[in-house]
């Protein structure tokens, strides 16, 4: 009586191998769209595939992938943070005030626009853990209060005149790459480390996936999304440092839409808006993609407001293909 | 057998619903313990008091002579009674050895200062734990979302396994299962008391109930109407207490 091996399927493929292709189908999206776009502008315009180009690429994509990065943890856990943008705004007006106006030293100004960032990712999270709003609806709100401080901040207008030794951040290059570019290289490898390898990018995951089950197994659900948002908060005013000195100017509008790429680069990579799913390669690969659509539509000299409808319909186009994704499996 | 759990008098009640009225039974260590009883019996509101979600209003547990006072599900896994819920609270997206260790993962340190998890730990361990119950699971990276619904029992029972469980509760663990992987969920809860761990098993499947459970109790309206060695009752005995042995004799139903 051996009834046991006929509950096994004929073939029950391993679980790495599952994995594996899922890995695969995921990051095989991005990469076969980035090719194709490569190719598609590389034919409209020549100077697309210059070394100038792909520096001008380079320090696009690392503000896009650094936005991705942190909405990478917040997605993984099904939240959203659509206030990244004006984030952005209000930590790059902090830094340029406190460096033009106040002559703090750089650093010190650079630690306090990362501070802001924090006390307003940890609002939201608060918000969301304590006062049960929808992450979706807090993240709204900290984007009207943001962009609303950073527009008081100066009454709307830019600061200029930063110091040389700021502009670097942006204009600097090292092996061939620009520093910013480094930047969000660094940011991403630790990021992917902390995803992949440490109870903290675990118990994010699990969160995402089910918290419920993370609850019941005694993990602090509420704490963990406070750190997950405060952290996210960082990165953006992270973001914001890198755009001023990308820009050489601070406005209250940088970083306007930011947040529809990083959800886009996020659920192009394979994230999932339902949660407990997200790679920092995937979200990097998809942030490369939404740069090379915008840099590209520019370069073949499409109107920037045509730009603002592909990026829509990319937005709900991704979200679509997630929606397929979870019904694959 | 020693006590493992005393439930005495235990007193539950919804509004009007009187969902127990003075429930008392005992639970020796390894032994699996049946209850039946028709919908509305009373038989998820008992567990519920045990494994921490409801506090009775009168009555009292007991845990090897102690008394508990259960204020969350959390302590009671804490005091080593696992409950394995119908929804299972495993997270899909995770594979098998991250959901066992989900909140204990085992660490070991990186380059000398980074804490990491250590997942030859993991897959070690759940090796050797799967070698162990015979669950038909590939492997610990394979995720639940890919697994059976009676895999994923065989998950849930695994972790109580791993984590030396006291009680393991299971709340009609096979309802939603095939015939096969119903008898191997079976066969999963004879071997936690083959480990020294005790059970209950709530199973409308009485042949399936009665092969099981070493006894088991009969729940009619909120009260416990009788109980038995597995051995000296029958299918018939059972069905007459759950259709109220006090009222006319019913016959067994279709
Ligand atoms: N949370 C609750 N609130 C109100 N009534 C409840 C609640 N849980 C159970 N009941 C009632 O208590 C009685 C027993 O239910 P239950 O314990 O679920 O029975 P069983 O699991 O045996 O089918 C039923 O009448 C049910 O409607
Ligand atoms: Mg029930």
């Known amino acids: ?329 | 057998m020693t006590a493992l759990l005393e439930v005495k008098n235990v007193k539950k009640r919804f509004g009007a619903v009187e969902a127990l009225r003075g429930v008392t039974f005992t639970l020796g260590e390894g032994e699996v313990l049946g209850i039946a009883g028709d919908n509305g019996a009373g038989k998820s509101t008992l567990i519920k008091t045990i494994s921490g979600v409801h506090r009775p209003d009168q009555g009292e547990l007991l845990l090897k002579g102690t008394p508990l006072q259960l204020r969350s599900p959390r302590e009671a896994r804490a005091a080593g009674i696992e409950t394995i819920y119908q929804d299972l609270a495993l997270a899909d997206h995770l594979g098998v050895g991250a959901n066992i260790f989900l909140g204990r993962e085992p660490l070991r340190w990186a380059l000398g200062f980074l804490p990491v998890i250590d997942t030859a730990k993991i897959a070690q361990e759940i090796t050797n734990l799967l070698g162990r119950i015979e669950s038909h699971i590939p492997d610990h990276e394979t995720k639940v979302m890919d697994l059976s619904g009676g895999q994923r029992q065989a998950v849930a029972i695994a972790r109580a396994m791993y984590w030396k469980a006291r009680l393991v509760i299971m709340d009609e663990p096979t309802a939603a299962l095939a015939a096969m992987e119903s008898k191997n969920v079976v066969k999963l809860a004879r071997a936690l008391a083959d480990e020294g761990i005790s059970v209950i098993f709530i199973d409308h499947n009485l042949p399936e109930l009665l092969g099981v459970c070493d006894r088991v109790m009969v729940m009619y309206r909120g009260d416990k109407v009788f109980e038995a060695s597995s051995k000296e009752t029958s299918q018939d005995e059972l069905v007459r207490y759950m259709t109220g042995y006090s009222l006319r004799d019913k016959g067994v139903e279709a």
Request: proline share 3%.
């Open chain 1, 1 to 329: 009586m051996n009834d046991s091996s006929a509950v096994r399927p004929a073939s029950s493929p391993k679980g790495a191998q599952l994995n594996l292709l899922r890995y695969l189908r995921q990051l095989g999206f991005a990469l076969i769209s980035i090719i194709v776009l490569v190719v598609i502008f590389s034919l409209l315009n020549g100077r697309f595939f210059s070394y100038a180009n792909w520096y001008h690429i380079a320090q696009q994509v690392s503000m896009i992938a650094l936005l991705a990065v942190g909405q990478t943890f917040v997605v993984a856990t099904a939240g959203i943070d659509i206030s990244q943008g004006s984030v952005l705004a209000l930590t790059a007006m902090t830094c340029a005030i406190l460096i033009v106006t106040f002559h703090w030293p750089v650093l010190l100004a650079i630690l306090a626009a990362l501070l802001v960032g924090a006390a307003a990712g940890w609002l939201v999270g608060f918000s969301i853990v304590r006062l049960n709003v929808p992450p979706f609806i807090a993240t709204l709100g900290m984007l009207a209060i943001a962009l609303g401080l950073a527009l008081l901040s100066t009454d709307g207008t830019p600061i200029f005149g930063l110091p040389q030794s700021f502009l670097n951040i942006s204009e600097g290059r090292f092996l061939g790459i620009p520093h910013m570019a480094w930047i969000a290289l660094v940011v991403a490898v630790i990021a992917a480390f902390v995803l992949n390898k440490t109870r903290f990018g675990r118990y994010t995951l699990a969160i995402g996936s089910n918290a419920e089950s993370a609850r019941r197994v005694g993990i602090n659900v509420s704490a963990h999304l406070l750190w997950i948002y405060s952290l996210a908060g960082v990165v953006s005013a992270l973001t914001g440092v890198v755009y001023v000195a990308y820009t050489s100017a601070a406005q209250p509008t940088a970083g306007n839409n930011y947040e529809l790429y990083s959800i886009a680069a996020v659920v192009i990579g394979g994230g999932s808006l339902f949660g407990g799913v997200g790679t920092i390669l995937g979200s990097f690969l998809g942030a490369l993609l939404m740069t090379v659509l915008k840099n590209g539509t520019q370069l073949a000299g499409i109107s920037p407001y045509v730009e603002e409808v592909i990026l829509g319909v990319v937005v709900i186009g991704a979200v679509y293909i997630d929606n397929l994704r979870r019904r694959l499996r």
